[in-house]
């Protein structure tokens, strides 16, 4: 069965830092690229990054609202997935999702069950 | 940016009803679109991709159409257990958008 656990959400002041994690189990972590996607307290859903596999030399896109300030890395020997958050804002505040993307396919198809991140004093 | 525009942003309907959503891209995005549903406190679920495959164990029920920039999501017999927010999203190029989402409320 595939799973995706988040975990390492929390409060954190503004211009703080945090670093979320993605545990994945069921499926052959590193053969897939794996997004992050939020969604604000009663809002829509945002797309966040992207890293690519092994094979795509783990390269990574970033939304333009993150670009600069958040890290997407992977630790394929761990089946896990990080987004270390830098000089967070209130905005920043949000339930963050990971989620595959299966390899000859764009769709995200699997998404774990969320952490929630809020930034404020 | 792609913008992806959803319509309605929320609807009422019955236990049977057939049910329809639309979304409109930007600029033509090929067959690059997606179908989420979210329940409150859920993660989206992955119903459709790639504009009308349907994920495994979706009902035959969902079924997705549309080209270029339109697309439609519809539910042909809406069973309780539809009652969502249903999102798009395009997959055609970076950064990935969503549409802002349709409430599928019980009438």
């Known amino acids: 069965e595939v799973q995706l656990v988040e975990s390492g959400g929390g409060l954190v002041q503004p211009g703080g830092s945090l670093r979320l994690s993605c545990a994945a189990s069921?499926?052959?972590?590193?053969?897939?690229?794996m997004d992050w996607v939020r969604q604000a307290p009663g809002k829509g859903l945002q797309w966040v990054g992207r890293?690519?596999?092994?094979?795509?030399?783990?390269?990574?896109e970033y939304a333009a609202s993150v670009k600069g300030r958040f890290s997407i890395s992977r630790d394929d020997s761990k089946n896990s997935l990080y987004l270390q958050m830098n000089s967070l804002k209130t905005e920043d505040t949000a339930v963050y999702y990971c989620?595959?993307?299966?390899?000859?396919?764009?769709?995200?198809?699997?998404w774990g069950q969320g952490t929630l991140v809020t930034v404020s004093s | 940016d792609i913008q992806v525009t959803q319509s309605p942003s929320s609807l009422s309907a019955s236990v049977g009803d057939r049910v329809t959503i639309t979304c409109r891209a930007s600029?033509?995005?090929?067959?690059?679109l997606a179908w989420f549903q979210q329940k409150p406190g859920k993660a989206p679920k992955s119903l459709i991709y790639?504009?009308?495959s349907l994920q495994s164990g979706v009902p035959s029920r969902f079924s997705g159409s549309g080209s270029g920039t339109d697309f439609t999501l519809t539910i042909s017999s809406l069973q309780p257990e539809d009652f969502a927010t249903y999102y798009c999203?395009?997959?055609?190029?970076?950064?990935?958008?969503f549409g802002g989402g349709t409430k599928v409320e019980i009438k």
């Open positions: 600029e033509g995005i090929a067959n690059y």
């Open positions: 069921g499926f052959t972590f590193s053969d897939y690229f």
């Open positions: 790639d504009v009308s």
């Open positions: 890293i690519r596999n092994k094979a795509n030399s783990y390269t990574t």
């Open positions: 999203q395009q997959h055609n190029s970076y950064p990935l958008t």
């Open positions: 989620a595959r993307r299966p390899i000859g396919s764009r769709n995200l198809d699997y």
